[in-house]
């Protein structure tokens, strides 16, 4: 997991706070937890992956799937 995490800046978010997704600020999503890639101003891009994209809730798994996106420009 700190492999998958190196170099990554995150923004964490309440959604019991900012509710089920802002689609008006482009933050939709059905599963969390959920990592929207943002441009230079703090916007997202479209880019996103949650929860579903992985296997069972494992660190392994998680990780194998986190580090590919989170290393990708």
């Known amino acids: 997991m700190l492999t998958a995490f190196d170099g990554v800046?995150?923004?964490?978010?309440?959604t019991d706070v900012w509710g089920?997704?802002?689609p008006a600020a482009?933050?939709?999503f059905e599963?969390?937890?959920v990592f929207f890639r943002l441009d230079e101003?703090?916007?997202p891009?479209?880019?996103w992956i949650?929860?579903?994209?992985?296997?069972?809730?494992r660190y392994?798994?998680?990780?194998?799937?986190?580090a590919p996106w989170f290393h990708t420009p």
């Open 9 to 14: 800046y995150l923004i964490q978010l309440d």
């Open 20 to 22: 089920w997704g802002v």
């Open 26 to 28: 482009g933050f939709t």
């Open 31 to 33: 599963y969390i937890p």
């Open 41 to 43: 101003n703090g916007d």
């Open 45 to 47: 891009t479209g880019d």
């Open 50 to 57: 949650d929860g579903s994209a992985w296997d069972a809730d």
């Open 60 to 66: 392994a798994n998680i990780a194998n799937t986190l």
